[in-house]
């Protein structure tokens, strides 16, 4: 069974900076995507970047510029490094992964920006 684990959340201000983990529990190339989600108070879950295996990035209309998704293969693990974070950006992020048409979902950590 594919297990995610998310880290890194917290409470920043406004103007700061986090950077989310998402520990795999095999090998991230068995994935064909990796992907980060938010999902704000009261609002539907959406979609904030993701990698794929040959390393194609996208990134969700609300983030470029601000957000930067990467991976170290040797840890198994995907970042999204957030910069100059606002409000905006407060939410439960999850960390998702696919294999073929099967996903797999992360806990969540939980992000909030607040001065």
């Known amino acids: 069974q594919v297990q995610l684990v998310e880290s890194g959340g917290g409470l920043v201000q406004p103007g700061g900076s986090l950077r989310l983990a998402c520990a795999a529990s095999?090998?991230?190339?068995?994935?064909?995507?990796m992907a980060w989600y938010r999902q704000a108070p009261g609002k539907q879950r959406e979609f904030v970047a993701h990698i794929n295996v040959g390393g194609r990035i996208e990134y969700g209309d609300a983030v470029k510029g601000r957000f930067t998704i990467s991976r170290n293969n040797a840890e198994n693990t995907v970042y999204l490094q957030m910069n100059s974070l606002k409000p905006d950006h407060t939410g439960v992020y999850y960390c998702t992964a696919r294999i073929l048409q099967r996903y797999y979902w992360g806990q969540g950590t939980q992000v909030s920006v607040s001065s």
């Open positions: 095999e090998n991230i190339f068995n994935f064909n995507v």
